[in-house]
Nanobody, 120 residues
Framework: QVQLVESGGGLVQPGGSRRPSCAASGLTFGSYAMAWYRQAPGKERELVAIISSNGGSTNYADSMKGRFTISRDNAKNTVYLQMNSLKPEDTAVYYC?????????????WGQGTQVTVSS
């Protein structure tokens, strides 16, 4: 059974930092690209950042570039999202995603999300 468990959310002041993490189990972690998405109240879920299976390639949504850093530790089956210079508009539930495709088969798993609230 695949599980993605996010942690590290919480309340943070504007300009502050937060580093949620996502621990994966039940899958061959090093074979999956990992991503963080977020969903703010009343808005659609959006991609925040993605990292390749070996960590050699990353990509970010434009509004996160320079502020957020995605990383992974394949030995610990964990992916991280370092968030700096946080703004109130970064308030959202942050979700971890694992994705892989082999031939015609796709594997797509989601965590339950962790709330990040940016407020003074």
């Amino acid at each position: 059974q695949v599980q993605l468990v996010e942690s590290g959310g919480g309340l943070v002041q504007p300009g502050g930092s937060r580093r949620p993490s996502c621990a994966a189990s039940g899958l061959t972690f090093g074979s999956y690209a990992m991503a963080w998405y977020r969903q703010a109240p009343g808005k659609e879920r959006e991609l925040v950042a993605i990292i390749s299976s070996n960590g050699g390639s990353t990509n970010y949504a434009d509004s996160m570039k320079g502020r957020f850093t995605i990383s992974r530790d394949n030995a610990k089956n964990t992916v991280y999202l370092q968030m700096n210079s946080l703004k109130p508009e970064d308030t959202a539930v942050y979700y971890c995603n694992a994705y892989a495709a082999w031939g015609s088969f796709e594997y797509d798993y989601w965590g339950q999300g962790t709330q990040v609230t940016v407020s003074s």
